[in-house]
């Protein structure tokens, strides 16, 4: 029998701590929540279940909502033992609450344990198999309690400043204050910040407390890496990190040498954005953003390979239909949404978790589908937000970056319903493989322009490029290698180009350099762009970095003085980088059921990694001696190939192989 665990409606866990994640921002003691529908759990649910048991019995349902139990259709009350007799039974547990609250209930008797052979209705005909991750086993877990862990983090150094004290924990945190021994009838004012400045700025700061009342404080958990108090009163001050235990599977270290502290910096700087879900940046908004959330997903699977955050986050997304609105309000939002749950397949083959979330995602496609103009294409309707990146760029009209976006969910939603499969899914997905065709034909006859060589913003002159719409085309392989060699030498390789600057859609160049070949380029920029904020003592990256910017004016975002987050998860991007392109693991098949390993060393001479994969971890190592090129592989499944200079050669799994070149 399996081990007993707590059970709810499927995506009810994430809806919850949806809820209570977007109830949390604050700015100047205010609370802020999101400019977007939100969607609540199911208010009343029916657990089912038929067993049987050996002999006669007891059994106690536990469960935090107001309900009763339903064995062989006669009434038995929650949380208390009631008789079971030897034989085969059918129990109904039916539950409900107000409140957004989570309905879930747990049951661990000798001959009856809730587990995933259970099913749920939410009172209505269907039924479905219930949700029970993440996993939690103890009668006294509460499911609407994220399980974080905590690690006590003391200050490295502290100083007397302004009337108080400074501390400086030494990196960016996420974590719960801790100060004891303070004067309970002193009202201490707390400043938080990523720099200095901020902490102690009391008039521009955005996140600050003010305490009193107790000698003894354990404040809500906030991002810092400062600390200032306005008192000299305190004993004890350090604070509590609370985190997600994940696994990190995953290194890579190479000759460059800045490359290392760039890859910790960015492992770190993601890990602190993995939460309930993957956020934006943990100062700030602390929200879930679909197109933040859509590269960390692809960082995901190249350090931990962690299904579970990656669908947490997608259901908590996806919500429950009826869509009203863009994901986030951002029509690429929406499109990222769908691409990624494709591109969730490729990488886990999970697809019990593409079933399970099909209906909606169908739903967000028919509200896509509802919004475009009568030539089908993307269009700013009411509060649509058009947001592609923060840059100097067209945000009105039929914009070619948004088109391109467009036509890649219209393939990624071909392929789910595939996926999911059935003569009736087989033939809609045949007909928006053909509908993606035809599309693809409209926007470039619009918008691809001679002779600039390159897609424009906007369909009618004066002709404008820019970068994104260019980057699109080549990273989701929208035009063919002519085209992209022409985009290459026109945009990408055109500094009269305006400049990205954020890490955001950096990394989308980035993507784009190594695919088109240009490894040594997209190494160099990590190593200025992403090494120049490590120069100037992040130990988190940024979420916007402009070089030509100076002192305290890199903190400065949204008209606000410390408005730019510096622990933004869009920035972790080059542990991608490294596993996909410069080890160059990649599946070729669902799950990794077949895999490529293609190597671009770029500018290094040497270079070794591990990158997880599903059922395992695959080691490369790269290096040049003596004009002869090594390269070792281990892997630990099946179904591998090298993919180097012009030929191909199998990798056999649990063993170490040699080539050499």
């Known amino acids: 029998m399996n081990k007993a665990r707590w059970i709810w409606y499927p995506g009810d866990f994430e809806i919850c701590h949806s809820l209570k994640l977007h109830s949390r921002r604050e700015e100047r003691l205010s609370g802020y929540p999101p400019f977007w529908s939100l969607s609540q759990p199911y208010a009343s649910v029916i657990f089912k279940k038929t067993f049987s048991v050996p002999e006669d019995t007891t059994v106690k349902v536990i469960s935090r909502s107001f309900g009763g139990v339903m064995l062989d259709y006669r009434f038995k009350p929650l ?151 306005k008192t000299c009163k305190v004993r004890e001050v350090y604070s509590l990190y609370e985190y997600v235990p994940l696994e990190t599977r995953a ?64 259901r908590a997304l996806l919500g429950r239909p009826p869509y009203y609105q863009h994901i986030n309000t951002i029509n690429d939002y929406s499109f990222y949404l769908i691409i990624s749950i494709e591109e969730y397949y490729l990488y886990h083959g999970d697809r019990d978790f593409v079933v399970s979330v099909f209906e909606n995602v169908k739903s967000l ?21 058009i947001f592609i990146d923060w840059s100097d760029m067209v945000k009105t009209g039929n914009i070619c970056a948004e088109q391109i976006l467009l036509w890649r969910a219209i393939k990624a939603m071909a392929a789910l319903y595939a996926i999911v499969g059935g003569e009736e899914n087989e033939k809609e997905s045949a007909a928006l493989y053909e ?11 619009l918008y691809w322009k001679e002779p600039e060589g390159a897609f424009a913003e906007l369909p009618d002159p004066p002709v404008s490029v820019k970068r994104h719409a260019n980057i699109f085309a080549v990273i989701y392989d929208f035009v ?16 009269a180009v305006t400049q990205i600057t954020t890490p955001y859609f950096k990394f989308f160049e980035l993507m784009a350099f190594c695919k088109l070949g240009k490894t040594e380029v997209a190494q160099k920029l990590i190593d200025s762009y992403w090494g120049g904020m490590i120069d100037l003592g992040a130990t988190t990256i940024w979420e916007e970095f402009d070089p030509t910017k100076h ?99 199998d990798i056999p799994a649990g063993r170490e192989c040699v080539f050499r070149f």
């Open 551 to 649: 002192g305290t004016e890199h903190y400065a975002m949204y008209g606000e003085k410390y408005g730019c987050s510096l622990c933004h998860a869009w920035g972790a991007g080059p542990i991608y980088l490294c596993g996909r392109y410069f080890l160059g693991v990649y599946p070729t098949a669902p799950g990794y059921a077949s895999f490529e390993v293609a190597p671009q060393a770029g500018a290094y001479r040497r270079m070794s990694g591990k990158v997880p994969v599903n059922g395992g971890e695959v080691f490369v190592e790269y290096s040049v001696d003596n004009g002869v090129t090594c390269i070792r592989i281990r892997s630990d499944i099946e179904g591998g190939t090298l993919v180097f200079g012009g030929k191909r050669f």
């Open 79 to 229: 949380n208390k033992e009631f008789e079971v007799k030897k034989g085969d039974h059918q129990i109904a547990v039916k539950i409900t609450a107000v409140n957004s609250r989570l309905l879930s209930i747990y049951v661990n008797s000798e001959h009856l344990v809730t587990d995933d052979t259970w099913t749920v209705t939410h009172c209505t005909s269907e039924e479905v198999k219930v949700c029970d991750t993440p996993k939690m086993y103890r009668e006294d877990d509460d499911p609407e309690v994220f399980p974080f862990s905590y690690e006590r983090v003391d200050p490295v150094a502290s100083e007397n400043k302004n009337g108080g004290i400074l501390y400086d924990f030494g990196r960016e945190l996420f974590a719960k204050l801790v100060v004891s021994g303070a004067d309970k009838d002193e009202k201490i004012y707390v400043g938080y910040g990523e720099s200095a400045e901020e902490a102690l700025d009391e008039y521009s700061s955005i996140i600050y407390d003010e305490i009193s009342g107790s000698t003894e404080y354990e404040l809500k958990a906030r991002a810092y890496r400062y600390i200032f108090l």
């Open 365 to 385: 496609f028919a509200f896509i589908n509802g919004r475009l103009d009568k030539d089908g294409f993307v269009q700013k309707i009411g509060d649509d937000w």
């Open 480 to 495: 063919d290698e002519e085209k992209q060699r022409r985009i290459l030498e026109n945009v990408l390789e055109n500094d």
């Open 435 to 445: 509908r993606a065709e035809r599309f693809a034909e409209k926007i470039k006859k």
């Open 251 to 314: 290194h890579f270290e190479c000759d460059a040498e800045k490359v290392e502290k760039i890859w910790n910096t960015c492992e770190y700087t993601i890990h602190l954005n993995a939460r309930e879900f993957f956020l934006d940046g943990i100062k700030r908004d602390r929200w879930v953003w679909s197109g933040d959330a859509y590269q960390s997903y692809k960082i995901n699977d190249y350090l931990w390979f962690d299904a579970d955050i990656t669908k947490r986050t997608i």
